[in-house]
């Protein structure tokens, strides 16, 4: 049995709150930036952030899903978007109308958390009816030993799969873009080579 002691709670809670904090930094400087590129490097640092918070709270697939596709391959989608359009950001929009969808979307999920039991509540329904479920029937109903990949596997197959087929996709895509920016940067170069040569016949 494992005793938590009142120090490695305080540590938990100020390791939290500091995520947190720079989560929150990180989102406003975000919000600030007028530079699309300075955007997407944030943005990067900001799905890093969410994995370490989700490592700290014990969801290491969801963790290592997040570190792949939010801080890895969307980061490499934004950077080829960026190539074929530029770096700086076109001011003549209203900031308004995704303001009030932001803070409207804001409440509505905080209003949704109302409702939800205290983080690591022993009476919880996960903790009374889903976590003795997956415990007891990971051997008796799958035959397999090893709980997290039971879990994994068979009871979140369908969840897996989904996010296998998110990763292959945003891989595919990276590489469509990435071949349409070489195909696009080919094109410039022989158009301005082509201009080279003309001015030189001349």
Do not use: C, K
Not at 57 to 66: G, K, N, P, R, Y
Not at 93 to 102: E, Y
């Amino acid at each position: 049995m494992i005793v938590i002691g009142p120090w490695s709670i305080l540590t938990a809670d100020l390791l939290n709150m500091a995520l947190l904090l720079m989560l929150a930094g990180v989102a406003i400087a975000i919000v600030r930036t007028r530079s699309l590129l300075t955007a997407v490097l944030l943005q990067s640092a900001y799905s890093l952030l969410i994995a370490a918070l989700w490592m700290v709270l014990d969801a290491m697939d969801v963790a290592f899903t997040e570190a792949a596709v939010g801080a890895g391959i969307s980061t490499v989608l934004f950077l080829a978007a960026l190539v074929l359009t530029g770096r700086e950001e076109d001011r003549g929009h209203n900031p308004v109308l995704p303001m009030i969808a932001v803070v409207a979307t804001g409440a509505a999920l905080l209003y949704a958390t109302a409702d939800m039991p205290a983080f690591g509540d022993p009476e919880a329904p996960v903790q009374t009816h889903t976590v003795p479920r997956y415990i007891e029937g990971s051997v008796t109903e799958h035959g397999i030993p090893n709980i997290v990949t039971n879990v994994l596997a068979s009871y979140r197959g369908y969840d897996t799969m989904g996010e296998t087929v998110v990763v292959f996709t945003a891989a595919l895509a990276v590489t469509m873009i990435l071949g349409g920016g070489v195909a696009v940067a080919r094109r410039r170069r022989n158009g301005r080579d082509d201009e080279e040569g003309t001015s030189d016949d001349a």
